[in-house]
Nanobody, 121 residues
Framework: QVQVAESVGGLVQAGGSLRLSCAASGTSFNINGVGWYSQATGKQRELVARIISVRNPNYADSVKGRFTISRDDAKNTVYLQMNSLKPEDTAVYYC???????????????WGQGTQVTVSS
């Protein structure tokens, strides 16, 4: 079994910064793809940033140059550094991990619990 836990988001003023983290725990697994998604009120969940197995990050156009996704494999943790935040970044942010379970060599998708990020103008 793998558990995924996100850090707490928060309230930040426009132009400010926030770093989210997402940590996986358990036994006998490897993390392949990692990603962050956002869901604003009344909208569908959408991709913010991701790193696929070749470690080449992809970003939504709206966050390019402001957000950075990274991973620390030794800690089984993925981060989302958010700079120059805007009110339109306000949303619940979810991490998504593609986890390879070594016991059966199957890959599963795990979601974090979601964390609220609110950017005030």
């Amino acid at each position: 079994q793998v558990q995924v836990a996100e850090s707490v988001g928060g309230l930040v003023q426009a132009g400010g910064s926030l770093r989210l983290s997402c940590a996986a725990s358990g036994t006998s697994f490897n993390i392949n793809g990692v990603g962050w998604y956002s869901q604003a009120t009344g909208k569908q969940r959408e991709l913010v940033a991701r790193i696929i197995s070749v470690r080449n990050p992809n970003y939504a156009d709206s966050v390019k140059g402001r957000f950075t996704i990274s991973r620390d494999d030794a800690k089984n943790t993925v981060y989302l550094q958010m700079n120059s935040l805007k009110p339109e970044d306000t949303a619940v942010y979810y991490c998504n991990l593609k986890v390879l379970i070594l016991a059966n060599m199957k890959t599963y998708s795990y979601w974090g619990q979601g964390t609220q990020v609110t950017v005030s103008s």
